[in-house]
């Protein structure tokens, strides 16, 4: 495919931050391209069909705050169906290992931790003194594995790498819901009215002249502005680079790393023994452990979910070890018959992902002001969005979305002023 050049603004990635910036300028009388190194849109949303029947988010699965998702409307157009069924997080189905007792205490414990950290980044906000969120962990509290575990799946990271003032400013309305055909799948429809080229993976975007160049592995291209929305990993280790170098971005992004979560999809055999949408914690008392959602929808399936480090391990020891670890598991909270009844049928590897390097970002303590320095526009040329961009719903598919219809009127501004 030749590109379009010159063209008013390029956008770079089509995840959900480029294809709502894509959005945005739809009707503003600009000439507009998406490049994308993929071969197809959604980035790290992506919806697969693991087996006939079986619907997959290997990335984004949960329309988080779903009363503040610009999704949810989205999906209404589009006629994607809204499953608003309750998350199973807080259950353990048939008590596995896990009775209602422990799991009141551990709930509290819980409670008490974030109710410390809170308390502690609302005294730091106005002297800007951050801290990881692990000082907040009761010392010798028995549940803070777990709690770690927890922070892995949310954070991608353990509470040691957590910003607590990065944490408190995250907005939860504590509604979520999800798309019962994928989240993806949306995202990926969604785009499909944008201007695009894919395939076209973007080295360098030099600024040094009147126009900026862009250097792509389908050729060069200029544009009047630019939107990144790259993960920060790229900007990070400077696989996406810029002349002149942009060090306040680079360090920016080197603080607000992208944690990690992978999950694995397992089918079911004889699936009406499990409750539809039930829970299971592979563990207590342990960081290294997966969390399992049986029967998603109802399908005859269990999806893993690993966070942290333990996902790192499980991803370096090779295919398959995100299974046999979830089948390990299952089988000893509710018995070795499941050995026989599940079989693996797809996992992501999101910090093997050449584009993407890890799954969502958090903010390094001492660094929750680094989203504002990323997201901040370059001589009313260069413009930044994606999740880690996000004021309070960072590390989402939303808050991605709103970065890019955010750089996307910023762009608008700057070509009227
Ligand atoms: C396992 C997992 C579970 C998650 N669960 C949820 C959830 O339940 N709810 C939720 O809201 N969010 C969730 N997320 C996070 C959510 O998926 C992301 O925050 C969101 O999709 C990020 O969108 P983005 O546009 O900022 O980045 P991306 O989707 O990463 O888009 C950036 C795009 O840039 C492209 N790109 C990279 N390098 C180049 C280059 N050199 N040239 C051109 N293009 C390039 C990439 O291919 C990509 O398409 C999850 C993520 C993962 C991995």
């Known amino acids: 495919m030749s590109l379009p050049s010159p063209v008013d603004v390029a956008i770079i990635g089509a995840g959900a931050a480029g294809l709502s910036a894509a959005h945005a300028l739809q009707n503003s009388g600009l000439s507009v391209i998406v490049l994308e190194a993929r071969d197809r849109v959604g980035g790290r949303a992506h919806t697969i069909m693991a087996a006939p029947g079986i619907t997959f988010d290997l990335g984004c699965g949960w329309l988080h705050s779903a009363d503040k998702n610009r999704f949810v409307g989205i999906a209404a157009q589009l006629n994607f169906e809204i499953d608003k069924t309750r998350p199973p997080w807080r259950e353990q189905s048939f008590d596995a290992g896990f009775p209602l007792a422990e799991r009141q205490d551990f709930v509290r414990a819980l409670d008490a931790f974030y109710g410390r950290a809170e308390q502690a980044a609302q005294k730091a906000i106005p002297s800007g003194q951050d801290e990881a969120a692990s000082d907040y962990l009761e010392p010798g509290n028995r549940w803070n594995p777990m709690i770690d575990a927890l922070s892995s799946y949310i954070n991608g990271c353990e509470l040691d790498a957590v910003s607590i003032l990065d944490m408190d400013a995250y907005e939860d309305t504590q509604i979520n819901w999800r798309v019962r055909r994928g989240y993806g799948a949306l995202i990926a429809a969604y785009g499909a009215s944008c201007p695009l080229a894919l395939n076209c993976e973007v080295s360098l975007i030099d600024h040094s002249g009147q126009q900026i160049r862009i250097e792509t592995s389908l050729g060069a291209l200029t544009a ?68 399992y959602h049986l029967r998603p929808f109802g399908q005859a ?81 260069l413009f930044f969005a994606g999740e880690a961009t996000s004021p309070n719903f960072f590390s989402t598919a939303h808050g991605a979305g709103d970065s890019g219809e955010r750089a996307a009127k910023e762009v608008m501004a700057a070509v009227k002023a």
Request: hydrophobic fraction near 45%; aromatic fraction near 6%; charge should be negative.
């Open 224 to 291: 009047d502005k630019v939107i990144v929305t790259v993960p920060t990993n790229l900007i990070a280790d400077e696989l996406v680079r810029f002349h002149p170098a942009l060090p306040a971005k680079v360090d920016a992004a080197f603080g607000l790393p992208l944690g990690l979560a992978d999950k694995v999809m397992l089918a079911l055999d004889e699936p009406e023994a499990l409750p539809k949408d039930g829970n299971l914690r592979g563990a207590t008392m342990r960081t290294a452990m997966g969390s």
């Open 301 to 381: 399936c269990i999806e893993g979910y690993f966070g942290g480090s333990f996902a790192q391990e499980l991803e370096e020891a090779g295919p398959d070890a995100f299974a046999a670890q979830s089948i390990d598991e299952i089988a000893a909270l509710i018995g070795n018959d499941y050995r026989r009844k599940l079989k693996p049928l797809a996992e992501s590897r999101w910090s093997h992902d050449p584009f993407a390097r890890g799954s969502y970002s958090h903010a390094l303590p001492g660094h929750a002001g680094k989203r504002a320095v990323l997201a901040a526009p370059v001589d009313g040329r």
